[in-house]
Antibody
Framework: QVQLVQSGAEVKKPGASVKVSCKAS????????VSWVRQAPGQGLEWMGW????????NYAQNLQGRVTMTTDTSASTAYIELRSLTSDDTAVYYC????????????WGQGTTVTVSS | DIQMTQSPSTLSASVGDRVTITCRAS??????LAWYQEKPGKAPKLLIY???SLESGVPSRFSGSGSGTEFTLTISSLQPDDFATYYC??????????FGGGTKVEIK
């Protein structure tokens, strides 16, 4: 079946970097993009950016520009997000989602990866 | 940026009730709107896309309507499994893509 499986929980110190993976299966990875969305404790959903799996073109949220990098490894059907210079405000559950960059929106989601930033 | 405003932020309802959630966009987004359901500890789930198209496998008691700047999600007869938080999201523009603030549907 179509699914996205994310890497496990991370605990990082302020100032460190984190890299989360998202492995796709059950569909043609190159035909879609991937959006990354995070949710801080008790908060709503925040879109972080989108990457085309085929071209590698990216579109990042303005507030994360310079700290975030999204990449894909098409041979492994895997997407990655790296976030640098972490602060406590980056403590959240991070989700990847299959996303064409248009309709129908984010139709398949990963299970989420908890990233905790604490000294 | 396109701002998405949902109302109400919290809604108390009983099983069997008809429930309506509203989402307003700060500028016209055509029909490029999706609705998601989120439950504690679970990833969001796509319910409605293109404002009114029901995602495969989603019960028919869920429906969406609207275009331009005003949209609604309706649950025709609330079921116990429907108590959750609902988010609208516009995908007219990915610069940036934006979500509404969420509507929590609670048991009355």
């Amino acid at each position: 079946q179509v699914q996205l499986v994310q890497s496990g929980a991370e605990v990082k110190k302020p100032g460190a970097s984190v890299k989360v993976s998202c492995k796709a299966s059950g569909y043609s990875f190159n035909n879609y993009g991937v959006s990354w969305v995070r949710q801080a404790p008790g908060q709503g959903l925040e879109w972080m950016g989108w990457i085309s799996a085929y071209t590698g073109n990216t579109n990042y949220a303005q507030n994360l520009q310079g700290r975030v990098t999204m990449t894909t490894d098409t041979s492994a059907s895997t997407a990655y997000i790296e976030l640098r210079s972490l602060t406590s405000d980056d403590t959240a559950v991070y989700y990847c989602a299959r996303d064409r960059g248009s309709s129908p929106g984010m139709d398949v989601w990963g299970q989420g990866t908890t990233v905790t930033v604490s000294s | 940026d396109i701002q998405m405003t949902q109302s109400p932020s919290t809604l108390s309802a009983s099983v069997g009730d008809r429930v309506t959630i509203t989402c307003r966009a700060s500028q016209s987004i055509g029909s490029w709107l999706a609705w998601y359901q989120e439950k504690p500890g679970k990833a969001p789930k796509l319910l409605i896309y293109d404002a009114s198209s029901l995602e495969s496998g989603v019960p028919s008691r869920f429906s969406g309507s609207g275009s331009g700047t005003e949209f609604t999600l309706t649950i025709s007869s609330l079921q116990p499994d429907d108590f959750a938080t609902y988010y609208c999201q516009q995908y007219n523009s990915y610069s940036p893509l934006t979500f509404g603030g969420g509507t929590k549907v609670e048991i009355k």
